[in-house]
T-cell receptor, first 115, second 116 residues
Framework: ETGVTQTPRHLVMGMTNKKSLKCEQHLGHNAMYWYKQSAKKPLELMFVYNFKEQTENNSVPSRFSPECPNSSHLFLHLHTLQPEDSALYLC??????????????FGPGTRLTVT | EDQVTQSPEALRLQEGESSSLNCSYTVSGLRGLFWYRQDPGKGPEFLFTLYSAGEEKEKERLKATLTKKESFLHITAPKPEDSATYLCAVRPRRDAGGTSYGKLTFGQGTILTVHP
């Protein structure tokens, strides 16, 4: 595997379900990110992890719960979602975080549909 | 508040017809401006980083330029395979909370279609 991988690629869940999205980066990076991409809207940053520590929570509802066990893996745990949470969820990584200027490399995304 | 506006929203070109995409930004001190390409059903693919006004970068048929208020992505003699959504993002010096841990603010993108 190379780059940034995400599983599953597609997910349909009911509002009462609990599911998790997984992201893995094979680039040796130290920072990882979750973004939400909705139709006709810009990418929205959700969470940032720098060396496994969460450094940004962009006012995301508590029904989204991130987990970063190490610098290579990132999870997004989902529970009691709403239909408006349907979107493409993108994971990204960068070599560093903090005050540096690093390009972010994105995974293919998970297309989530909440019914 | 940091803002990024891209224009036009959609652009249709004939193969070989050169044009430019615009990214206007308002940011509290620019540390970097990024261009990405996104194909349908895929994540954004990194193209360029620009750091200061006057800087230019090129890759194949693409050339990105930066001024103090905007960036342009020039596409020379485009081909159908250049069809994609092009995203612009800025990295501010600090966000509203006083930190800037890798936070990028994205524009809504320009959908480019190149017809053969």
């Amino acid at each position: 595997e190379t780059g940034v991988t995400q599983t599953p690629r597609h997910l349909v869940m009911g509002m009462t379900n609990k599911k998790s999205l997984k992201c893995e980066q094979h680039l040796g990076h130290n920072a990882m990110y979750w973004y939400k991409q909705s139709a006709k809207k810009p990418l929205e940053l959700m969470f940032v992890y720098n060396f496994k520590e969460q450094t940004e929570n962009n006012s995301v509802p508590s029904r989204f719960s991130p987990e970063c066990p190490n610098s290579s893996h990132l999870f997004l745990h989902l529970h009691t979602l709403q239909p408006e949470d349907s979107a493409l969820y993108l994971c990204a990584s960068s070599q560093g975080g903090g005050q540096g200027v690093w390009e972010q490399y994105f995974g293919p995304g998970t297309r989530l549909t909440v019914t | 508040e940091d803002q990024v506006t891209q224009s036009p929203e959609a652009l249709r070109l004939q193969e070989g017809e050169s044009s430019s995409l615009n990214c206007s930004y308002t940011v509290s001190g620019l540390r970097g401006l990024f261009w990405y390409r996104q194909d349908p059903g895929k994540g954004p693919e990194f193209l360029f980083t620009l750091y200061s006004a006057g800087e230019e970068k090129e890759k194949e048929r693409l050339k990105a330029t930066l001024t103090k208020k905007e960036s342009f992505l020039h596409i020379t003699a485009p081909k159908p395979e250049d069809s994609a959504t092009y995203l612009c993002a800025v990295r501010p010096r600090r966000d509203a909370g006083g930190t800037s841990y890798g936070k990028l603010t994205f524009g809504q993108g320009t959908i480019l279609t190149v017809h053969p």
